[in-house]
């Protein structure tokens, strides 16, 4: 296997699409609001000519590159570039007061590079083993696939679960706009040809995480101007490498768990892990006052989610974060569906993901060095120029996709509709759910029945089927048990 | 009138839309037992179902902070709507003017709605960015970008 990893490094332009898609990464996840998903959006469109491969490890990364991004920002100017970097601030800008920014962001892109190739491992080891059972799913397992990743609202709708079905419910009906999947009749398209092909994910995406974002940033003030001089990365020395060994773990498992988890994502990561390394650290008296483990653990974990985010978005073809679901709608405009089938059907583009993650932690090191300037000279920019510029980028970049202003339109819509959204507190990625497992789960639904001449005990009489039902009722009555014993302690 | 009400309303009226919508789907020959309105038809029940259950919960639920927000609310939505709106005359006027005096044109106004100024400079980066982009789409990447009518001029 490793040979023909080796090989495709050099027979497919992997390194090239690695290195732009960790320095395009680097500059979105420096950007103050700018988080990896929205990085990952705005990068989507450029992606829809370039073939499969290359395609996908530029916006896989990305993800790598915004991980490490967000902390320039929070070291230097105590402004989190991304929500996952937030536990970075503490120590890291900590440290920059004591006048040893230069190490911090030595440390963070160390740790970062550790927690990467770790999550890679993981990545690797647990993927190919989920979707071994490909070639046994029948339309009535796929269409229980779709119910349990739909069961997942439940577990991202934290603050609550009436709203989070709600989107999810949404994003189901926005799936069904276009042509029906098994009659060929037009539903929802008012006589308007550009919806006959339904509403690509990709608009909802770009729309939800990219043009809504702008909206709320255009309300906000701008951020602090970084001196240039201030900014010298030093990598850790071998006496560090083992202080830094211990909370890097901690970082490397609490980001593994946390990645497959539903909803866990970086941020969750990188906030339990900086807590487990200061429980476990010789000297938890420096923590909080420029602790180098402060800084190691929460960057291992949330670039080792980078990598573990993908394992049930891969094997399953369910997105567990929102950049994810954003790489998710990179394989759809390609034409691949994540899940079991992609190992057997395309394994040449997973083994060249896996290549170009690998390719992406090592460029993150290279190029995280060199880009520091670059990062400063970004974020020193004035915000309204950056603004502007971002909203050409993105309505550019949706023309691109088919050439069509009504797309152009339709990711506007999308992007009003995701500021009312926040708004309202109501969470994007249930919706993108729907979206992307409506058309899944209705299609393989109604096949099923047909197939078993509409008997519904179908479902239960599939061995994979009835399994996955059964996860998926688990992990809806879980979800409830937790949002009820939420409500009990808030109202106690 | 607390936020939770509104959306459960506004909601239940989507709901309603959506579910007269689906009715109208015409009948086919080929359907099968679900048909084309089957899941349709229950994504308007459920989303309705839900849409009351949240605004049961906004009657007895207490929202302190909304009032202090939606002086806010109000100014942030103006802005909103001035950013749609530029987006929205960008749409109408690049089929026109073509993608370049568009995409500079946009960059600008934004610019200045973002608190910028206009003048020299402001006008020297907005037409500097928008050849960067046909640059890169067109010629680099070979994505055709709206033309508008120069090319009948030629």
Redesign the interface.
């Known amino acids: 296997m490793f040979s023909t990893l080796f090989e495709l490094l050099f027979t497919t332009p992997i390194v090239p699409a690695a290195f732009g898609g960790v320095a395009w990464g680097i500059l979105g996840g420096a950007l103050p609001g700018i988080s990896p998903s929205i990085t990952m959006a705005l990068l989507l469109p450029f992606t829809y000519g370039m073939d499969p491969t290359p395609a996908l490890v530029m916006l896989a990364s990305t993800y790598v590159g915004a991980e490490y991004g967000g902390s320039i920002p929070a070291i230097l100017i105590r402004t989190p570039g991304t929500n996952a970097a937030a536990a970075t601030v503490v120590d890291g800008y900590a440290m920059k007061l004591q006048g040893k920014a230069g190490e911090a962001l030595g440390i963070s892109l160390y740790s970062g590079f550790i927690g990467g190739l770790f999550g890679l491992i993981v990545l690797v080891l647990l993927t190919e083993r989920l979707s071994s059972v490909a070639l046994a799913f029948t339309p009535a397992a796929y269409a229980a696939l779709g119910v349990l990743g739909l069961s997942i609202i439940a577990s991202l709708s934290r603050e609550s679960l009436v709203k989070g079905l709600m989107a999810g419910v949404l994003g189901l009906m926005i799936s069904t706009i276009g042509t029906d999947p098994v009659t060929g009749l037009n539903r929802f398209t008012f006589d308007s040809p550009e919806l006959l092909s339904g509403i690509p994910p990709i608009l909802v995406m770009v729309g939800l995480y990219a043009i809504s974002e702008l909206f709320v940033q255009s309300g906000e003030p701008g951020w602090e101007h970084v001196p240039r001089e201030k900014a010298r990365i030093k990598f850790p020395n071998p006496a560090m490498w083992k202080r830094l060994a211990i909370p890097q773990l901690i970082g490397s498992v609490i980001g593994t768990i946390e990645g497959v988890m539903p909803g866990g994502g970086g941020t969750v990561s990188s906030f339990l892990a900086y807590n487990e390394a200061r429980r476990w650290s010789k000297h938890k008296e420096e923590f909080g006052h420029g602790s180098p483990e402060g800084v190691a653990a929460p960057e291992a974990a949330n670039n080792t989610v980078a990598c573990t985010a993908l394992i049930p978005m891969l094997s399953l073809g369910i997105p567990s974060s929102n950049s994810s679901a954003v790489l998710l709608g990179g394989f759809l405009i390609h034409g691949l569906v994540p899940g079991p089938l992609l190992f057997v059907q395309h394994s040449e583009v997973i083994n060249g993901l896996y290549t170009g993650l690998f390719t992406a932690n090592v460029a993150m090191v290279i190029v995280g060095y060199l880009m520091m300037t670059p990062c400063l000279w970004l974020v020193s920019r004035p915000k309204p120029f950056l603004m502007a510029f971002i909203y050409a980028l993105v309505a550019s970049g949706v023309y691109a996709i088919e050439n069509s202003l009504f797309h152009v339109g339709v990711a506007l819509g999308f992007g009003v509709l995701g500021y009312a959204m926040r708004y309202f507190k109501m969470p994007f990625l249930p919706m993108v759910l729907g979206v992307v497992l409506g058309f899944m789960v209705e299609s393989n639904y109604r096949r099923a029945l047909v197939l078993s001449g509409g008997d519904r005990m179908t479902f239960l009489q599939d061995r994979i089927s009835a399994g996955l039902l059964i996860v998926a009722v688990i992990f809806l009555t879980g979800s409830l048990v937790r949002h009820a014993m939420d409500h009990r302690h808030a109202r106690s | 009138m607390n936020?939770?009400f509104?959306?459960g309303s506004l909601?239940l009226m989507?709901a309603g839309s959506?579910y007269a919508?689906?009715t109208l789907?015409?009948e086919?020959q080929?359907?099968?037992?679900?048909?084309?309105q089957g899941?349709?038809r229950s994504?308007?029940v459920?989303?309705a179902l839900?849409?009351l259950?949240?605004i049961g919960?906004s009657r007895w639920r207490v929202h302190k902070d909304e009032d202090t927000e939606s002086s806010h609310?109000s100014?942030?939505l103006w802005?909103?709507g001035?950013?749609?709106l530029?987006?929205?005359l960008?749409?109408v006027a690049?089929?026109w003017i073509g993608?370049i005096p568009a995409?500079a044109a946009?960059?600008?106004v934004?610019?200045?709605?973002?608190?910028?100024l206009i003048n020299r400079r402001v006008a020297l980066?907005?037409v500097s960015?928008?050849v960067f982009?046909w640059l890169l789409?067109v010629v680099l990447?070979?994505?055709?970008?709206?033309a508008g009518f120069w090319p009948s001029l030629f």
Do not use: C, E, K, N
């Open positions: 936020r939770d509104a959306l909601m989507v959506y919508a689906a789907i015409p086919s080929l359907a099968d037992a679900v048909g084309p899941l349709p994504y308007a459920v989303l839900l849409s259950v949240l919960q609310s100014r942030a802005r909103v001035g950013m749609l530029i987006g929205v960008y749409i690049a089929p993608y995409l946009l960059i600008m934004t610019t200045y709605y973002q608190g910028g980066v907005s960015g928008a982009f789409f990447l070979g994505i055709p970008q709206p």
